[in-house]
């Protein structure tokens, strides 16, 4: 018989279980990808019934699954989803019913939560269990703490605790080696799944594959070829209903921390040896290992920030506020493979599109035989890794513009388009690879305590300084604050623009 296994979601009531986790939950049911015996969950305050809760999220599910809506596969799907009102800080209140999904038998006698003080361990069931802290950050510790103290963070042997965290993961070094030490005094840290969703994208995955699974790029991926890398990532959305988190944090927090500076690993990594969870973080913490740490004269020299205008006029938002909501700053990083080849990196929210790439921006050739007119400039090998929209690489070079009495080069793309190439297999969710990861113990897309912490290092005195002056207002719809043109301007280089 197979062990129970549950995926206790805390915070269930709100947006991204709404929006990402049931959606990529029930796209996993209709591609049979679901363990059979996997039950959902539901924990948070809102007074509802497991019907109640079903019926919520079918309506957000229909919405988010769109096209792949189907009445008939929900109804069967949301058998597996159930609910329990309580106060996540205190899950000790959740055994019961947990103990009733894993062992309906069980589940009649005297259960945990009726335990009086309700903190004492309750004998560790036979069940699988995946945490979910899908709660806001202040209350990861408190959940954390509840787990342990009741007992139930202890894996014995297939009965496995794991633990799913959202980011942010701290908002400083400092914070982030507190929360990482509460998350070790209650789990292993092979038990813990920090999610950086950006590492679940197919796109972010198709990097070390393009990479390591080609012969092609490699001999050219270093700085005997490479002039520079840039790595975009621009939201055309606003903070929205955010304005009180997003004020407190910034776009450096927010973006920089984490997506990015998970984007620059990717590129600039060694090839791990397997492809499996240590191998890979390994090689990527050896990548921020090497990015210098900024001194705040450095960072400072290093920095271009802005705001989008009306921003101060956002919900959540000082009217007085300096928080950043774009950044483009230059990193290097100090090893034999890429020393003297500048990383640029730039985000930023209500820009001119929504946008991922990644341009690896390679050097000109030493000397040119061919006569360009006066007012045409040589443009340069450049390969764009697409994250998303339009998925896919590009890979630009000079060509011969046939039938002119001259040799006219003008430059051409070859592209590998994600939605050409496989006009059947749609990209999916970047969550349903990460839920299932978990739930198989596969930990090679989440990252571990090491690599937060170094993150957090890099970024450190970015942050620090990113407030000392009011940022630099941009428009709407926008690149950015024209102020970020100079950050690359003085080595003679520019950005490029958002709407190619
Ligand atoms: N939304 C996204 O796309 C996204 C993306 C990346 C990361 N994250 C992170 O994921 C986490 C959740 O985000 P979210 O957008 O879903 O937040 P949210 O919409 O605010 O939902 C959080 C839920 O937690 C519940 N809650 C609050 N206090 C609780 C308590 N003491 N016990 C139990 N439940 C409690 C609230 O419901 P009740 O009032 O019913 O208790 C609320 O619905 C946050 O840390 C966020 O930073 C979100």
């Known amino acids: 018989?197979?062990?129970?296994?549950?995926?206790?979601?805390?915070?269930?009531?709100?947006?991204?279980?709404?929006?990402?986790?049931?959606?990529?939950?029930?796209?996993?049911?209709?591609?049979?990808?679901?363990?059979?015996?996997?039950?959902?969950?539901?924990?948070?305050?809102?007074?509802?019934?497991?019907?109640?809760?079903?019926?919520?999220?079918?309506?957000?599910?229909?919405?988010?699954?769109?096209?792949?809506?189907?009445?008939?596969?929900?109804?069967?799907?949301?058998?597996?989803?159930?609910?329990?009102?309580?106060?996540?800080?205190?899950?000790?209140?959740?055994?019961?019913?947990?103990?009733?999904?894993?062992?309906?038998?069980?589940?009649?006698?005297?259960?945990?939560?009726?335990?009086?003080?309700?903190?004492?361990?309750?004998?560790?069931?036979?069940?699988?269990?995946?945490?979910?802290?899908?709660?806001?950050?202040d209350l990861y510790a408190p959940v954390v703490d509840g787990l342990g103290t009741a007992g139930m963070t202890r894996s014995l042997g297939e009965?496995?605790?794991?633990?799913?965290?959202?980011?942010?993961?701290?908002?400083?070094?400092?914070?982030?080696?507190?929360?990482?030490?509460?998350?070790?005094?209650?789990?292993?840290?092979?038990?813990?799944?920090?999610?950086?969703?950006?590492?679940?994208?197919?796109?972010?995955?198709?990097?070390?594959?393009?990479?390591?699974?080609?012969?092609?790029?490699?001999p050219l991926w270093n700085n005997n070829y490479v002039d520079h890398v840039q790595i975009t990532v621009s939201e055309a959305v606003k903070v929205g209903s955010r304005g009180d988190y997003y004020d407190n944090s910034g776009v450096l927090r927010d973006m920089m921390q984490n997506h990015l500076l998970m984007l620059l690993t990717f590129i600039a990594m060694e090839s791990p040896s397997r492809f499996e969870a240590t191998a890979l973080r390994n090689e990527k913490l050896k990548v921020l290992d090497s990015i210098a740490i900024r001194s705040l004269a450095e960072a400072r020299d290093a920095l271009r920030v802005g705001q989008y205008e009306g921003y101060h006029r956002e919900k959540g938002v000082a009217?007085?506020?300096?928080?950043?909501?774009?950044?483009?700053?230059?990193?290097?990083?100090?090893?034999?493979?890429?020393?003297?080849?500048?990383?640029?990196?730039?985000?930023?929210?209500?820009?001119?599109?929504?946008?991922?790439?990644?341009v690896v921006q390679f050097r000109c050739p030493p000397h040119l035989m061919f006569k360009l007119p006066p007012d045409q400039e040589l443009q340069c090998n450049r390969l764009s890794i697409r994250v998303q929209p339009d998925e896919g690489i590009h890979i630009n070079f000079q060509s011969k513009v046939p039938d002119t009495p001259t040799t006219d080069l003008r430059p051409t793309d070859l592209e590998f388009s994600y939605k050409d190439a496989y006009p059947d297999h749609p990209i999916p969710e970047a969550y349903e690879r990460l839920l299932l990861d978990a739930l198989n113990g596969d930990a090679s897309l989440f990252m571990r305590s090491d690599e937060i912490e170094r993150a957090w290092a890099i970024v450190d005195p970015f942050v620090q300084v990113s407030t000392e002056r009011s940022p630099e207002s941009y428009p709407i719809g926008s690149d950015g604050p024209t102020g970020a043109e100079a950050l690359l301007k003085r080595s003679g280089r520019g950005w490029l623009s958002l709407c190619r």
């Open 1 to 137: 018989m197979s062990i129970p296994m549950t995926l206790i979601i805390f915070g269930a009531s709100g947006d991204l279980t709404a929006r990402k986790l049931v959606p990529s939950l029930y796209h996993l049911y209709r591609k049979k990808r679901l363990p059979d015996e996997l039950q959902v969950l539901g924990v948070s305050r809102s007074p509802l019934s497991d019907d109640g809760f079903r019926d919520r999220l079918a309506t957000s599910a229909r919405e988010f699954v769109s096209n792949e809506w189907d009445e008939t596969s929900w109804r069967e799907f949301a058998q597996r989803l159930h609910y329990v009102a309580a106060d996540a800080s205190r899950p000790i209140a959740v055994e019961e019913k947990l103990r009733l999904l894993e062992d309906p038998a069980d589940g009649r006698s005297p259960s945990a939560s009726a335990i009086p003080g309700g903190n004492v361990s309750p004998t560790p069931s036979a069940g699988r269990r995946l945490y979910y802290l899908s709660v806001s950050p």
């Open 159 to 218: 009965s496995w605790r794991r633990l799913i965290v959202e980011k942010p993961f701290g908002k400083d070094q400092s914070s982030a080696k507190a929360f990482n030490a509460t998350l070790a005094r209650h789990f292993e840290e092979s038990q813990i799944y920090r999610i950086d969703h950006y590492l679940g994208k197919e796109t972010v995955q198709n990097i070390l594959v393009f990479r390591f699974a080609n012969t092609l790029f490699e």
């Open 319 to 358: 009217p007085e506020s300096r928080t950043p909501t774009y950044a483009a700053l230059e990193l290097s990083v100090e090893n034999w493979r890429w020393r003297g080849v500048p990383f640029y990196l730039r985000t930023g929210k209500a820009m001119r599109r929504r946008m991922s790439e990644i």
